[in-house]
Every structure is written in structure tokens, then in C-alpha cells.
């Protein structure tokens, strides 16, 4: 297969590709953007593929980064792109079904594309968009299909997080997992216990933040996988309830994970738990906790302005997208109305500080200060007073 018009990605790398090649050395594109692109979607990161080595290409060009030069890739700079330019290579020594210990550089293309994971991703094209196919990866595109690179179950033993980029693959593309590549799988899921946390969830929220996220997770499930993930050890039933609501797509990851922690029906401090075990950001994990915490006091009914403005105004929409999801009724746009009428996100937005408080009390700082901010914050958020210094000095005063 020849790729008549390279896309516009491609075409403003040509020169880096022409300068290896006028050395003497091979140089492709290769992996996810000639996947993408010959399925039709848009593409991010070109990557670049060579026989030169590392040393090699920084001779040739004069603009260069060391990236990752143990595993062969050279960052290089040039008009106002940067492209990762990796050396063909060939990997070993996988001890404990992790990341190899040892990368050799190779001059041979076809070493290089099998060490890599899936057919779909083994793809290389030329610089005159000739696709090398050594491994039917262009079958496997037109038949939407994942299949692992040789035979799978060495490949899983070798790098087991390749078991989570399959379900987070088929999420993304809505593609269907080869059968024994699929039944390897489901025989490996335990060796995902030896992979860092951090990198299962990375592929975990790519999968959940997918178009086709049920698809994944539906596998995920099936193929055993969420039985090594943390804290969703004997869960498929309850995470299987996620497969059953009608929905598109999640607005962002802290919108997912308050939809795990909703159908797992857990706890403020048992979602906590579960959090800090996946090792997400403090700040995912807060708004994913306020997130929960909203929807529950929604399906509740049981609730008020301060509550939510408590929980942040900023998880709100998030919320509402959670409630349709799960089918807790109310009048979400009456709601919205009030919601948008709260002119503060938190005290630092009051007319009025805790200094100017002594002053028109006529006392001297003490915890006083702390209650009548929150009495005049309150006041704000339901909307009793307006937020400027007068109308905020006056309510203080009629308060006391
Ligand atoms: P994305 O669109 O998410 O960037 P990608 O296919 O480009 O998808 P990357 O993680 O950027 O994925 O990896 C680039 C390429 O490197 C892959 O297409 C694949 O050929 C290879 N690769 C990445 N991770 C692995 C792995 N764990 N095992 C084998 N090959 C891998
Ligand atoms: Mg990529």
C-alpha cells in the first residue's frame, strides 16, 4: 500500500527523514500516527524511527535534545518543530513482566517493528508513503481488530501493562481483540499485579476517557483485568453496572472516577482509599471526592446552595452530567439558575476581610472573625446580600 497524500504532519517532517537518509541511514514514520492516520483520525505526536544511532543523529543535525538517549531517542529541533527521533531497537531481559532492563540498538526495520505491541501499531511508512506491513497490521485496521505481535502470551509475559493499552485501544477505536490474543489475556490478567500502578492508570483513564469506554470496560471486566487493578478486586458485578446506563462520553477523569466510586457504593473514606491506592493527582482526587459527595446529597434530595457551594461550584456540571446518568431525578435547570447566581467561589472573593471586620465590630482578632466570615459568606451564597463592602458591613452589624 502506498500513501498517496501524506498528511500535513508528516509532510513538514519530510526534511528531517531526507537529511538521515542523505547520510547514508533509514528513517520512517512509525507507530500510533500511521495507525491514525490511516484509519482517518486525527494525528498527535509523529514518531520517528531509525537506523542511525543516537550518536549518529546528532552529527546530523545541530539542533538536538538528549530525550531518552539510553533507549535510543534523540529529540531533534528543527524550524519550529521538534521530533523524537528513536533508533531501531530490540529489547530484553523483561524481569518481572516489566519495562525490559536492557535495549539493543539495531540497524534491521523489521526487529524494530516486532518488538512492538499490537500489528495496528507495527506499521511503518516511508518518506515516499510506502507502508511497510510485516506483520498484517493493515489486515487487522480494516478488520478492526487487536492482535498482538508475534505469539501473544510471550508478548504479555514480556510487558504485561500490554494487556491494559489493548482494552484502552479497542475503547479508543472501537475495535475487537483478536481471540487469542484475547484469551492470553484473560490467562495473564494476575501479571498485571507486578506493573506500577501509575502506568495501569494511565491507560485506565485513556480507556475511560474514550468515545467507545464501554466497549473497554466491558473487556476490562471480562478478560479479568479489574481483578488486579486496586480495589476492584471482587467488584465485576458492581462495575458491570456502569455498562448498563446510557452514556457518551465523560466531560473529564474526575467525572469517571465519581462514577466508579458511585456503582462501587462506597464510602467518603473507602473512595478515599481507593484514590490514593490508583495514585491519582490531589486534585483529581478532591474533585472526584466532591464530585461523589454532591451526587449523593442529590439522590438525597436533601440539599442546599451552601452545600454545594461547599462541595465547589466547579464540580457541579459534572454532577448534573452524573445524576441524568444514573437517573436521579429533579429540576436540574431551576437548580442551574440558582447555582449560576452564586457570585463567589470561595471567602477570598468577599468585599469585606477578616481586618475590616475588627474594625466595624470594634474588636481585636479572635475566632469571632472566623464565624461572622462564614455568616457573611453564607449570606452571599443564598443570596441574602449583595457582595460589596456597604451592603456586607450592614448585614454584619444587623447580625450580631
Ligand atoms: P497514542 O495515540 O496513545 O500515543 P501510540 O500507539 O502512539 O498511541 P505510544 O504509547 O505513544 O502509543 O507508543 C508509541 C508506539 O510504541 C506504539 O504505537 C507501539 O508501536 C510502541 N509501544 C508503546 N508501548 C509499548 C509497549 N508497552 N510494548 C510494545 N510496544 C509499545
Ligand atoms: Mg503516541
Known sequence: MQIKQLPADFKEALPVLEKIEQAGFEAYFVGGSVRDHILGLPIHDVDIATSAYPEEIKKIFNRTIDTGIQHGTVTVLMNESSYEITTFRTESGYQDYRRPDKVTFVRSLEDDLKRRDFTINAL???????????????????????????????????????????????????????????????????????????????????????????IGLSEFIKLNLSEYCPDFGDQKFELAELLEVEKQTFIDEDEAWAALGYVLELNHPEFNKLLRDWKVSNKTREASLNTLNMLHLFESQDFDLWNIYKLGVDNFERTIDLSKMFQIEFDYDELRQKVDHISIKSSHDLAITGKDICEILGIKPGPIIGKSMSQIERGVVEGNVYNNFDELSHYLLSNQ
Open 124 to 214: 511503518a511508512v516511508d518518506r515516499n508513503g510506502n507502508v511497510i506491513d510485516k506483520f498484517d497490521g493493515l489486515k487487522d485496521l480494516d478488520r478492526k481488530v487487536i492482535k498482538a505481535v508475534g505469539k501473544a502470551e510471550e508478548r504479555f509475559h514480556e510487558d504485561a501493562l500490554r494487556m491494559m493499552r489493548a482494552v484502552r485501544f479497542q475503547a479508543q477505536l472501537d475495535f475487537t481483540i483478536e481471540e487469542q490474543t484475547a484469551q492470553a489475556i484473560a490467562d495473564n490478567a494476575p501479571l498485571l499485579e507486578k506493573i506500577a500502578v501509575e502506568r495501569i492508570r494511565e491507560e485506565f483513564v485513556k480507556m475511560m476517557l474514550s468515545q467507545s469506554w464501554q
